[in-house]
């Protein structure tokens, strides 16, 4: 039928059957003309119902859509012409065959239907359709075939139809131009004005090949790459989208999987119900049965508690993220499984290859054929393989947003009983390691399908080849696969027992460096350095051990391959004799081999991945379906009468315990101020807890009218601006905001701080003063504007007249809230006759209630504890006396302190109950503000300060340093250091045996050629034995040294690893414990332990693995080169270009790689840090109810993560296709080679050179992936380097050691002694002189910067001399070790430091003391009771950051540590700011008998502390302004006059 249409013949073999083989025209002109038609008309309709559904605005036009239409019409006119042609000729002749009549109109309509798909994409963003790009290139392909016939016909001589075929040309090169054009992606005016993302706009050749990434590439080779330069992400990528489908999906699985958790805890209860009853007691069992019974159920209880057999809603997190996920992963799978398809097409084409060389008979044309089958069919597998790779790992990038988003919403809402049993570095975990878990198998998750597909495809093919004797290699794999599992096994367990250690070793670390300082006075580095190397010895024996099992793993790996090979080749060769091995059989079946080892090398892999996920399942599970608070007891009325009212309230922390609020009925009027009083712990903030709704209740409600604002006592400062903090998300009211400022106090601080209100506050406000930053807190409550208040004791961390300001313009009753509700918890005893209201309670219940007067006549316990501290109220409520018209540059608490005086804020990890929510950050921003007061509020009046000295101030204020991200190369420098610390000798050795393992590679594939040699050899007769034994013999002998030499490095490699851990960590920590204080000052904590965690972890176990990786890839390709070179080297030539190619690629690939990880990892602390912050600021976000915005940046700042990491996947996308390609190229000039000089090879060399060109590939990829790998792991190195240098302070123990009795008398002398805190800034102290004399006990006074604790800090050389000097007994300080002078001091800190670990621990590291005495220093400090009642004594576990003590507790410990060293000399830096009066008391009268003999320095907050002093000093500017017994001072008319005057001491006797 077909020959009638063509009128010439359709089909015939001998066309194909000759050395210049062509096909029929009439099959050029049908089937090659109709397929490219077919393929666009089929999909056409679908393709432009997608256009119209995804359709946005129309664009303008732009030149390149012209000129498309230009060609397409030109098309349309050569086909029009065309049908004329033939029209015309029909009308003068004979009729010609009908198809000259129906192709011109097919293209005609086809060409008018690209005219409107055309037309119609100008309303996509994306212009380029996909299915015209495949359209063309198949009409090329198709065409070209016609075209070559058309020429041959040209050239015979026969130009019958010449118009004909011009026209056919013509069309061709317009077709071959259209295809051109299509590759340039067009950019309209509005897509570049809508979004600078070009991958959006990117062609369809753009989009596969991702060129629209090159600009970027050549950006970061030229310079390196910052944030602005990194695209934005597609809309699909965004946190905030992918959130909403994940949230969706979610909310419906769980509701299932809490069904049936319902269900599993019915079944429970029904058989422990029937368990019950079968043992029902009957009245006659003994006494003992019960005493089991009862202690079975403590077990149960236990059991229960330590969360074993907890339940909570399961698996549903998997579903969830399949069904959010499902587009992709569908994508996915097909790329796979072409990719998978084709991997086995190309053996089948070295079979066919191998055949063609070894019979001379086939025509030349079939091999050039097949060497472009090899070309394409790589070429395919490339773009399918990429294109997997791209989504597994985009899906893998969006699991890790969507996991991270969620569980930062579900912390917003978390109830705090929930939240405590996960520490911010748990709940920091879920979001980094096991949301990292799940990328990390997101990558690889088809393999759950690929790898058996492969493994039996493999199978399937082998057994064509080798017949049943695969089976002997087969069983051998089978074999290696459960030892793989059991050692992978064992590994896993290896992993889990070093997390643990790292997470002890980091919690340790951070607890070391929050309380560095306390390290540093008492000189106990020593027993925490020995503390963390016992820790860091058995992570290094695991790490050790890890490494041998990982060497047995690879030198399995390695050997498996060689075994299976050799088994299978000895089996088959013996079965029967007739069996030769050939060429083709045998390098068929290795390449075969070869893809078998992948799927065989990652199932174990991936199935211990899957473990880990299955952990990380469980606990992301439990944490995103833990109970939300109960806020159901708290209702917001609007129409109440009362702001607040408290109906029979009962609330709890823990339901396990005593309720902290217990039956509280109150009712609060609206516009009073009420203040709250009690002691400490009777459940003043759990009751301002219970009204946000923190806590969870019991019975009883409160209602509230209107919004509240929150002011915590321990204030919560966010990184970034003043004004940010203040202004907390609201719109800027200027008016408003200077008065709040005016109010708060703030406005002297911010003509201080450097940068006004834009000056940037360090994370936990590091660089304010305590004062500071409760003033701020204030200010950011005030400006809320909202109807209640809550002021948790919001005046303890100022000074008092700062106090006073604060209460008279804020607080009280003509302050700036004076219309507002205002719930005051409060210590300032002074100011209580100002409220409307006094609410006094006692343990959580409310003991009495009324006005002041009304409390007063009363005479219960408010009066009673009101007389017992009147007499020292004077010293607490300075501001109460005064002359009344404070001028108000005096509220100038805002002298930036120096940098000692910055509080080194703990992060606090743990959150916890009760007291824990009254400190829910730390106690040391409270207690540290203590130094920033300025009780001398007439100091100023003397000594003025000159505003030239203030403007000094500022210069290197800028505390905390930006860390630095390298950029460019890493320094040769770096990879020395590493190679140094894991030893010369070892890695020449290393090296020599893996040098081994090629050789032999080489050697046994040479071999290898030689043995399929003998089927020629040998074809008509009998195969000797003796030929074939030596054949086998050598083979696996070469097999095995390959194995062997890779064993031999790994091992050699393990050891030097651990070796170069071991020496980076100790040289690390060595350092940082002997870097100066000012060093702590200014990095922040974080920065430190990240070199400990991240950059050791690296060190551990990263760069060992990239770095054996590279070796051996870098071998194995030189080894591939030189073999394919040897057997053909002609191949030379192309080798050359090719690698100036790859390396001029690699070098613009890596430079980008390496900025954009790091980019990465610069972008990811901002994620961690802002997540710390909103868990311990989540009560004030809560009670401002600010959490949507909180949650709107953090997906902003995950967004900024993401486009990084998505741009490093694309540059790695970017490589492979152009590595691929040369790998591909390599391929295909290899077999084009052997076809040209196919007279002079043989069987064996082709098959040597294909199938070691077609490995390649893979091997060359992963080589650029290596050499970026570890160029960005090495970068640890330099970090910890960076740290390995830091400046050290003093020698610990220097030759000259003092005697041993030294100091016997302690005296102390100052002469002319300066001191600065870091080479900018101005003299802390000028030029002190002075003398203190035995057992003299000497008060330190002075305003905030006076050098208070400065001095401190220059006797135990914390702080070095700029001049003069320091002797203790005639002794210079200076000259002895540092160890050596603070071993001999004690100081009774300000902020009182405990360290997780027992009791006896943190008052004794060294083991010093006996019980006995350690019993007896906590008599004398009044802890001897409450010790005795801990569960363990001495043993008791004290929490991190002693959390389960309360600050007074922690103060008397500090006591403690002090008796127990009793020297000499004893500071008390501000020690008892912190507590209340009673406890003031203890410390005082037991330091006063304890310490009678000694010489106190006691640097004083509260006047009456120190006017038993037998000398007071006035410091001022760093000058001594009066030193005297406080009599003598009293009489004169000084500063420290005014002082006292102040504080309403106007003689010793009002002061006692």
């Known amino acids: 039928m077909l020959e009638e249409f063509c009128n010439s013949t359709f089909w015939n073999d001998s066309y194909l059957d000759r050395s210049d083989a062509d096909l029929p025209l009439c099959f050029e002109q049908t089937v090659l003309v109709w397929i490219p038609l077919c393929f666009l008309w089929l999909l056409a309709p679908w393709h432009l119902f997608h256009i119209y559904k995804s359709r946005t605005k129309k664009s303008s036009l732009t030149s390149l859509y012209l000129t498309k239409q230009v060609l397409v019409v030109l098309l349309l006119i050569t086909s029009v012409i065309e049908l004329a042609l033939v029209l015309v000729k029909s009308g003068s002749q004979t009729t010609g065959p009908a198809v000259q009549y129906t192709n011109p109109c097919l293209f005609i309509v086809t060409w008018l239907l690209v005219l409107v798909i055309h037309h119609c994409k100008r309303w996509c963003i994306q212009k380029d359709s996909w299915i015209l790009f495949m359209f063309w290139i198949l009409s090329l392909v198709c065409g070209i075939f016609q075209l070559q016939t058309l020429i041959r016909i040209l050239l015979k001589g026969n130009n019958s139809n010449l118009a004909g075929f011009c026209l056919y040309f013509i069309s061709y090169g317009i077709q071959l131009l259209t295809v051109i054009i299509s590759s340039i992606s067009e950019r309209t005016p509005e897509t570049k004005a809508s979004s600078n993302n070009p991958s959006a706009t990117a062609s369809f050749i753009s989009s596969i090949t991702f060129s629209w990434f090159d600009s970027i590439i050549f950006k970061g080779y030229k310079r390196p790459l910052t944030l602005e330069d990194v695209w ?225 495809l493999s199978i399937i093919f082998l057994w064509m080849e080798l017949g049943p004797s695969i089976l002997a290699g087969l069983g051998l794999m089978i074999l290696l696969i459960p030892l793989n599992g059991v050692l992978a096994t064992k590994s896993r367990a290896i992993q889990v027992e070093n997390m643990k250690n790292k997470d002890s070793r980091l919690k340790l670390m951070n607890e070391i460096l929050n309380g560095i300082k306390i390290l540093k006075y008492f000189a106990w580095e020593p027993s925490f350095i020995e503390k963390i190397l016992g820790i860091r010895k058995t992570e290094l024996k695991n790490l050790r051990s890890f490494a041998l099992l990982q060497s047995v793993v690879v030198f399995i790996f390695n050997l498996a391959p060689v075994m299976v090979s050799v088994t299978t080749f000895t089996v088959y060769v013996l079965v029967d004799e007739n ?121 009883g409600h409160i209602t509230i009218k209107g919004s509240i604002a929150y002011v915590p006592q321990q204030s919560w400062i966010q990184n970034g601006t003043v004004k940010d903090n203040i202004l907390f998300g609201s719109p800027l009211d200027e008016k408003r905001y200077q008065e709040v400022l005016e109010a708060c106090a703030l406005l002297p601080d911010l003509k201080i701080l450097p940068g006004g209100d834009l000056t940037e506050i360090g994370e936990k406000g590091i660089n304010l003063s305590g004062g500071q930053k409760q003033r701020i807190s204030l200010a950011r409550a005030v400006y809320s504007n909202s109807d209640i208040y809550i002021l948790d004791d919001p005046l303890s961390a100022v000074d008092s007249h700062v106090a006073k300001h604060l209460f008279t313009k804020v607080i009280g009753s003509n302050g700036l809230l004076k219309d507002k509700t205002r719930l005051l918890v409060t210590h300032g005893i002074h100011f209580l006759p100002q409220v409307d209201e006094i609410v006094v309670l006692a343990n959580g219940t409310i003991a009495e209630k009324g006005s002041y007067n009304v409390l007063m006549a009363n005479r219960a316990t408010f009066a009673k504890n009101l007389k017992l501290y009147s007499k020292q109220s004077s010293s607490e409520g300075e501001a109460t006396v005064g002359d009344g018209d404070e001028s108000e540059d005096e509220d100038d608490l805002g002298l930036i302190p120096s940098v000692e005086e910055i509080p080194n804020e703990a992060v606090n990890l743990t959150l916890r109950r009760e007291n824990s929510f009254q400190r829910t950050l730390s106690q040391r921003s409270r207690s540290d503000s203590k130094r920033h007061r300025k009780s001398l509020r007439n100091s100023l009046k003397v000594v003025n300060m000159k505003p030239k000295q203030r403007e000094n101030e500022v210069k290197g204020q800028k505390l905390i340093e930006k860390e630095v991200v390298e950029t460019g190369k890493v320094k040769f420098s770096v990879f020395l250091k590493y190679l140094n610390a894991t030893g010369w000798w070892l890695i020449i050795f290393i090296l020599l045996a893996y040098m081994g393992n090629s050789v032999a590679f080489m050697g046994s594939n040479f071999w290898l050629s030689e043995w399929t040699n003998d089927a020629q050899k040998y074809s008509n007769q009998t195969y000797p034995t003796s030929e074939r034994d030596l054949r086998i013999g050598i083979y696996a002998v070469l097999g095995f040294a390959q194995g062997l030499f890779v064993l031999l490095a790994t091992l050699m490699s393990a050891f030097g690893a651990t070796h170069a851990s071991r020496t980076l960590h100790m040289q690390l920590l060595d350092n940082i414990f002997r870097a100066p204080m000012s060093f702590f000052d200014t990095t922040p904590t974080g920065r430190i332990v990240n070199r400990f965690a991240n950059d050791i972890s690296t060190v551990d176990d990263i760069i060992p693995a990239s770095f054996r990786s590279w070796i051996l890839c870098f071998l194995s390709i030189i080894s591939t080169l030189i073999m394919i070179s040897v057997a053909t080297p002609v191949f030379i030539i192309i080798i050359i270009p090719l690698t100036i190619i790859y390396i001029f690629i690699q070098r613009f690939y890596v430079a980008t790689s390496r900025q954009l990880r790091r980019l990465d990892s610069v972008t990811k602390s901002p994620i961690y840090s802002h997540f710390s912050e909103t868990v311990s600021g989540l009560p004030i976000i809560r009670a401002f109810e600010h959490q949507q915005r909180f949650l709107k940046h953090c997906e902003k700042i995950i967004d900024t993560n993401i486009k990084c990491v998505f741009s490093w996947i694309i540059s790695n996308r970017w490589l492979a296709i152009r590595l691929e390609l040369i790998g591909n190229l390599v391929v295909f000039f290899s077999a084009l080679l052997i076809v040209i000089y196919r007279e002079s090879l043989k069987g064996d060399v082709v098959g040597l050179v294909l199938s070691n060109a077609l490995n390649i590939t893979q091997t060359l990829n992963w080589l650029v992936r290596m050499t970026s790998e570890l160029e960005t792991n090495i970068v640890a190195v330099e970090r910890i380097q960076e740290y390995i240098k830091v400046k050290n302070e003093a020698l610990w123990v220097t030759e000259k050691r003092p005697p041993v009795d030294w100091p016997s008398k302690g005296e102390i002398r100052f002469t002319d002694f300066q001191v600065r805190y870091r080479p900018e800034l101005d003299l802390t102290l000028q030029g002190i002189t002075c003398d203190i004399k035995s057992a003299e006990k000497v008060g330190v006074v002075g305003r905030t910067g006076a050098g208070k604790s400065s001095l401190t800090n220059c006797l135990f050389r914390i702080l070095e001399a700029a001049g003069g000097q320091i002797t203790i007994d005639g002794l210079d300080i200076a000259s002895i070790g540092l160890h050596d002078l603070r071993n001999k001091l004690t100081i009774i800190p300000q902020d009182p430091i405990l360290f997780s670990g027992n009791l006896r621990m943190n008052l004794d590291p060294f083991n010093k003391y006996s019980d006995e005495e350690i019993w007896m220093a906590l008599e004398l400090a009044h802890l001897k009771p409450y010790v005795e009642g801990l569960p363990q004594g001495l043993l008791y576990e004290v929490s991190e950051a002693g959390d389960n003590f309360s600050v007074g507790q922690k103060q008397l410990l500090c006591l403690g540590r002090a008796l127990l060293r009793k020297s000499k000399i004893l500071i008390m830096d501000e020690a008892t700011a912190a507590v209340d009066l009673e406890t003031d008391n203890l410390i005082q009268s037991t330091i006063r008998k304890e310490f009678s003999d000694c010489t106190v320095i006691t640097i004083a907050h509260r006047l009456h502390t120190i006017m038993d002093s037998d000398r007071i000093m006035v410091l001022d500017s760093g000058k001594i302004v009066e030193y005297d017994s406080p009599d003598n001072l009293l009489q004169r008319n000084g500063p420290f006059y005014f002082m006292a005057k102040d504080a309403g001491i106007e003689s010793l006797d009002t002061s006692l």
């Open 579 to 699: 069996n030769v091995l050939d060429a083709q059989k045998a390098f068929t079946s290795i390449t075969l081999f070869n893809i078998l080892r992948f799927p065989l090398a990652m199932l174990p892999m991936l199935i211990s991945s899957m473990l880990q996920v299955s952990v990380s399942t469980d606990r992301l599970e439990k944490y995103l379906t833990g109970d939300d608070l109960d806020a159901s007891n708290i209702r917001r009325d609007v129409h109440s009468d009362k702001a607040v009212q408290f109906h029979e309230a009962s609330f709890t922390w823990d339901r396990a315990i005593q309720p902290a609020v217990q039956d509280v009925t109150l009712d609060i009027k609206t516009g009073q101020l009420v203040a709250v009083v009690g002691s400490v712990g009777c459940g003043k903030s759990s009751l301002m807890a219970a009204m946000l709704g923190e806590m969870e209740p019991i019975h």
């Open 232 to 456: 934005d992400l597609d809309e699909d990528y965004k946190t905030q989208e992918v959130t909403k489908i994940f949230v969706k999906h979610m909310d419906t699985e769980v509701k299932k999987a809490r069904k049936e958790l319902q269900k599993r805890r019915q079944k429970r209860k029904s058989l422990e119900t029937s368990e019950a009853r079968m043992n029902g007691l009957n009245s006659s069992q003994s006494q003992d049965n019960l005493v089991l019974e009862d202690m079975k159920q403590k077990k149960k209880k236990k059991k229960s508690k330590s969360g074993t057999t907890e339940d909570y809603a399961k698996s549903w997190l998997i579903k969830t993220l399949l069904k959010t996920f499902r587009g992709v992963l569908m994508k996915s799978f097909i790329f796979k499984l072409i990719q998978d398809i084709l991997t086995f097409l190309s053996p089948q084409l070295l079979k066919l290859m191998i055949s063609f060389i070894s019979d001379s008979s086939p025509y030349l044309w079939k091999g050039y054929i097949f060497s472009v089958l090899f070309f394409v069919v790589a070429l395919i597998q490339s773009f399918c393989l990429q294109w997997y790779f791209q989504y597994c790992f985009a899906l893998g990038m969006t699991v890790r947003t969507t996991l991270m988003a969620a569980v930062y919403r579900k912390t917003m809402t978390i109830s705090n009983n929930a939240r405590k049993q996960y520490t911010v570095g748990e709940t920091v975990n879920l979001m980094s390691v096991d949301a990292q878990r799940f990328t990390d198998v997101a990558n690889f998750i088809h393999l759950i399908w690929s790898c058996p597909l492969q493994i039996v």
